[in-house]
């Protein structure tokens, strides 16, 4: 157990220089997720056009909606498909083979320390946001926070493993990164980053329901502004424990099978 | 590349370019079949292993010792290999627009044998070199004892545990250095990259410390361990490289080029390194390299691959013998002597004014020598064994040539 505390110290903290040495990258990276913010400013929009609300939502309700989907988004992403893809294809993954941990460990510790060298910069646009939309409330106690705290570290857990899961198949295919990138427009569809899931068609809801990618975005967003309470909280945080342990096991099979194909070129 | 190898050759003899001593066909062809017969006499049988106790273990999950046909011998190898086989399926596309429409279509396969039903045995605290030509199989030979790759066939048992399970105790136990594949972190000290090691392989403080120290002496790593990696020259990384790779002080190592690119006083830093390493903890150690000095330095028995099969296994010298048939007497003269009268004692390799070269048989070195001194004039006389390079190349041309001949002793000695 010490050994493993120590493990986890070790590498967060490597990681966390690492990723510090990206700082300016990392804010780049950023504002290319701003979708969420573009699409506050067309709702609010539509919000005003339609005399102060639209669909139950008014612009303060908008503002902390859509404040939150980018909170959540930001602190979702995982670029490992990428990197799997790469170090796959290149060879990469040899000397992490070699090594008494399942590589997986190092790529969460990257994604996990990373998440820290954003929060200034959050902070940042989060008061910003605010400022712009007076009135909005984004949260209605530390309650909420906390728990929102939870929902959006197991969406993290599932998009990572989603994105392992597609890395990963790059022991079969050329370009695996090709299905990552299937998977931003459908997350952009189907995640609630575009428009809060009440305004879908209900027959279209009810589809999306059923995937994981409603759990990403749309639900911790509810947990976080407040919309969502307690039974729906405690069903929510149990769908999202589902879908991070299936993926879990996905990626464990996954990642057995791929490993007998493995070709360790290079070098 | 040349000059890399000139720059090295401190000996004369590894100056020389690989095709410059080339025996002639027929006395190769004679070659081989006895070169086998030497391997049957210096290697030990392989044990024979049956289909059932091939894939032997117990219940629970723990590999059972295998039964050996010869059952008087005290400790098992470090490394046992049997039939080992791995077939890649390579994707071929015509060059240009019409090629990959076509490939696109239907992909044309081909099976490529790269490790070719290769058994051998290392004991423990061996060195052993790997040479072979590029593309033989060495590397790919090394990536399965090391569970990177999984065996298309074959059986493969490293210090008692079969590779590609990649169990925990198994991979502590080992390390691959592979030429300048980066384990270290580019961005960060490579003193980051020790401490993860350190993490991940649960090595307590105290030995952490003594191996650093140990290593900061040999290697000189003072005061490169602390600035980036992406900042360190060739030479200082692959110092670093080598120290993480062994910080966890394995037992068994496969070292695949580990001192490709590096200038001379390098090379033999590293080279010091392994031998000491080697004597310290008894470490089983394979090497494959192309600098044939690393390999003359560190390694007593060679394994010759080409094309995914080995063509020699067995000691150094002997390979020189048993390949290079001759020595080479270098001849000053005092005065002029016909071509034809020097070819009267051996072959007559290079011939310059009053410098020629002739290559005489290795038995009747002496004799001939001696007759040469007696007979003609003579200003200066040496005589040397050609350069290892030289037989090496001599020895997979050979192969190349009589492949059908070597098939069909590979068989015969199997089947003893």
């Known amino acids: 157990m010490r050994a493993r505390l120590n493990k986890a110290w070790v590498l967060f903290s490597v990681w966390f220089a690492h990723m510090s040495a990206y700082r300016a990258e990392i804010i780049i990276w950023m504002l290319s997720g701003a979708i969420p913010l573009i699409m506050m400013a067309v709702w609010i929009g539509k919000a005003r056009a339609a005399g102060g609300e639209t669909g139950g939502f008014n612009e303060q309700q908008f503002a902390a909606y859509f404040l939150a989907a980018w909170i959540t988004q930001q602190l979702i992403v995982a670029w490992v498909a990428w990197e799997l893809d790469y170090q796959i294809r290149q060879g990469h993954l040899s000397p992490k083979l070699l090594r008494p941990m399942d590589p997986m460990w190092e790529h969460f510790a990257g994604h996990y320390s990373e998440r820290l060298v954003r929060l200034p910069f959050m902070l940042l646009i989060i008061a910003a946001g605010l400022f712009i939309v007076p009135g909005t409330r984004l949260t209605p106690d530390i309650g909420h926070v906390m728990l929102y705290a939870v929902s959006v570290s197991l969406a993290f857990c599932t998009r990572f ?4 899961c597609i890395g990963i198949l790059a022991f079969w295919f050329d370009q695996a990164t090709a299905i990552d990138d299937f998977y931003f427009v459908a997350a952009a569809f189907l995640t609630g980053a575009f428009a809060p899931l009440e305004f879908y068609p209900p027959a279209l809801r009810g589809f999306i329901e059923w995937t994981p990618f409603p759990y990403l975005v749309y639900y911790p967003v509810r947990v976080l502004t407040g919309a969502a309470q307690g039974p729906e909280i405690v069903r929510v945080l149990g769908v999202q424990v589902l879908w991070a342990a299936a993926f879990y096991v996905l990626r464990l099979a996954l990642w057995r099978r791929g490993l007998a194909r493995y070709g360790a070129v290079g070098a | 590349m040349l000059g890399r190898q000139q720059a090295r050759g401190a000996h004369p003899a590894h100056a020389r ?35 059932a106790n091939r894939t032997s273990r117990s219940r629970t999950g723990r590999v059972v010792p295998l039964r050996m046909s010869h059952s008087n011998q005290p400790a098992p190898p470090a490394i046992q290999v049997l039939d080992l086989e791995k077939v890649y399926t390579v994707h071929e596309k015509e060059p240009g627009l019409r090629g990959s429409l076509a490939s696109f279509v239907r992909r044309k396969k081909t099976l490529v044998h790269a490790v070719d039903r290769v058994s051998f045995e290392i004991d423990a605290g061996q060195m052993v070199g790997f040479l072979g030509p590029n593309g033989a199989g060495k590397t790919t030979a090394l990536k399965m004892l090391a569970g990177l790759l999984h065996p298309t066939d074959g059986f493969v048992r490293v210090s008692g545990h079969t590779p590609k399970e990649r169990r925990t105790v198994f991979l502590k136990n080992i390390t691959l250095v592979m030429g300048q594949k980066q384990q270290l972190l580019w961005d960060l000290p490579a003193l980051d990259s020790f401490l993860v090691n350190q993490a991940i392989y649960e090595i307590p403080n105290d030995e952490y410390r003594a191996t650093m120290r140990e ?25 670093c490289e080598l120290a993480a790779a062994l910080l966890h002080r394995p037992r068994v190592l496969f070292l695949d080029e580990p001192t490709i690119g590096l200038d001379v006083n390098m090379q033999v830093r590293i080279r010091e390194f392994v031998a000491e390493y080697n004597r310290r903890f008894n470490a089983t150690v394979i090497l494959t390299s192309h ?23 067995g000691d150094l010298s002997a390979l020189v013998e048993e390949a290079a048939p001759g020595k080479t007497v270098r001849l000053e003269l005092s005065e002029n002597v016909s071509d034809e009268r020097l070819a009267q004692y051996g072959a007559l390799t290079s011939r310059e004014g009053l410098f020629a070269n002739v290559l005489v048989p290795r038995h009747a070195t002496s004799r001939l020598a001696a007759r040469m001194l007696a007979e003609l004039p003579v200003a200066d006389v040496t005589i040397e064994d050609p350069p290892i390079e030289g037989v090496i190349g001599t020895l997979f041309a050979g192969a190349n040539r009589t492949a059908p001949a070597a098939a069909s002793v590979e068989v015969e000695s199997a089947t003893r």
């Open chain 1, 161 to 164: 493993l989603i994105a392992y």
């Open chain 2, 17 to 51: 370019p690989v095709q410059r001593l080339s025996v002639s066909a027929p006395a190769l062809e004679t070659t081989l079949p006895r070169l086998s017969t030497y391997r049957e006499a210096v290697v030990p049988p392989v044990p024979v292993i049956t289909a």
């Open chain 2, 215 to 239: 290593f900061s002496e040999i290697l000189e790593l003072e005061g490169i361990l602390k600035k980036q990696v992406r900042k360190l020259s060739l030479g200082e990384r692959m110092k």
């Open chain 2, 291 to 313: 600098y044939m000095a690393d390999v003359t330095a560190l390694c007593k028995r060679i394994i010759v691959i080409d094309k995914g099969r080995i063509v020699f296994d």
